[in-house]
């Protein structure tokens, strides 16, 4: 797997921050700051150091981002998808009911965000491919998916500040009777 260098140079007004905060801007959150430190994909004037260790100003921070351009796991082309909407920043995908979002107990492969992967990223975890919401395994629906982490950022964002307007139709309670008066 290749792999996205970044080089930051620690600016005066940012000295005596700790490693991980000094990152938490550049790469959009400090949990995936800490993450690729104890990963050790991060070197200050190049050495590994503790994500607690203060940064002085002028020093070096090389970041070496896991690339998000691998192609999908073999279980990933099973889960099939459409796309209603795509442009250079986001897809709006259409998830059928029986596709699992993301990869949990039970479900390591054949996931929607493994079929992503390559097609959309953002977020902390590469893995999660750019999934700002999820619906469950037995639900359809549209899904907005981020094509980078600054957008990424911003949709998350845009949910929490409840900006955007999710709607939900849930057949399962309007079909319900129905079926209660099949099995008597």
């Not at 600016?11 to 400090?30: N, T, V």
């Not at 700002?132 to 600054?150: E, F, M, N, P």
């Not at 964002?157 to 849930?170: G, Y």
Request: proline share 5%.
């Amino acid at each position: 797997m290749s792999a996205n260098r970044i080089e930051l140079t620690v600016p005066p007004q940012q000295a005596g921050l700790r490693l991980d905060q000094f990152l938490a801007a550049p790469l959009g959150s400090r949990a995936h700051a800490q993450q690729l430190i104890d990963a050790e994909r991060v070197r200050v004037n190049g050495l590994r150091r503790p994500k607690r260790q203060l940064v002085h100003a002028g020093d070096i921070v090389e970041v070496e981002e896991p690339s998000t351009d691998a192609a999908p796991a073999d279980g990933a082309k099973a889960a099939q998808f459409g796309v209603a909407y795509e442009d250079e920043y986001l897809l709006v995908v259409d998830k059928p009911a029986g596709v699992v979002v993301h990869p949990a107990r039970g479900h390591a492969t054949g996931t929607l965000a493994q079929a992503l992967g390559g097609r959309a990223t953002g977020g902390e975890e590469a893995w999660r491919a750019g999934i700002v919401h999820r619906l469950d395994r037995d639900a359809s629906g549209l899904l907005v998916v981020a094509k980078s982490d600054q957008v990424h950022r911003a949709l998350k964002s845009v949910l929490a500040a409840r900006r955007l307007r999710r709607d939900r139709l849930l057949l399962y309670h309007l079909l319900l009777p129905s079926f209660q008066r099949c099995r008597t």
